[in-house]
């Protein structure tokens, strides 16, 4: 049963749980499904980059999850990172603030950002809303008090909307996310990818369903049943061996429209 208290007690032992702590498999969020109530479809995502399960509180926080799954340059990522409360406090009391802290019963609650993204050579802070939501005065002070907090210290915030996840990625990210997991050998991930490569050339008018097809038929490497030509091409996709516009949705794909990864096949 959700339970959406939150106080000192509530914080003590969120605490003592390792909430907010932790790097890659072994980070805990700060706030999870049970403790406030979610913007619509909550998800559970397994994660392939982190070993641990991911809990994302719409389907645009869903959406990023799969984004920065799929993103290589992406090392770790951590979802509803709690900010240090005295600081939020501090920045809120400002003179030019004078914002009300966000707060439950009076209680002045810890603020979180929806996810703290570490790359090679940075870390950026995203807070995801629905365009309609930055209409909102309110919301606006609560973002305005996690951009000084995140800019105070050298830290990129940025805000994502629905206008970052059009429906095509969103449904891209999908279908490349399962595959994964598969562990076809990486000698015969490159030779399949050499073999697509040559039919993409041969036939660049042809949808990918159809070259696939003509993997399985004619495949030098293997003896492939039905619908493992296609199983093999989310795999090399997936694992990015071989690359698209994700911002087009694979259906409407063709031969011409995929690139060899050089530095993954070569």
Known sequence: MANYVQNARTYEK???????????????????IFDVPSEGKSHRIPSFKLKREITAFSDLEAARVYQLENDCSVIDYNEQYPLNRNR??????????????????????VMTTDFVVHYADRIEAEQIKPTSKLDNDRVLEKLKIEQAYWEEQGIKFLI???KDFPLDLRKNLQWLHQPQWYQTPE?????FAAEFMELFTRYPN????????YLELNSK????????GLMLLRQLFAKHYLTFDLMV?????KGRDISFNKSKVM
């Open 187 to 191: 000698h015969l991930l490159r030779a």
């Open 14 to 32: 969120w605490d003592k749980e390792g909430r907010g702590q932790g790097q890659k498999e072994t980070y805990k969020p700060w706030l999870t």
């Open 206 to 213: 042809d949808r990918l369903a159809d070259i696939a097809e």
């Open 221 to 228: 490497l293997a003896r492939l049943q039905e619908g493992n």
């Open 249 to 253: 949705y694979f259906t409407r794909l």
């Open 88 to 109: 939020t406090l501090a920045i809120a009391n400002r003179p030019e603030f004078a914002f009300t802290h966000p707060r439950i019963r009076e209680f002045p609650i």
């Open 160 to 162: 994502k909307t629905e």
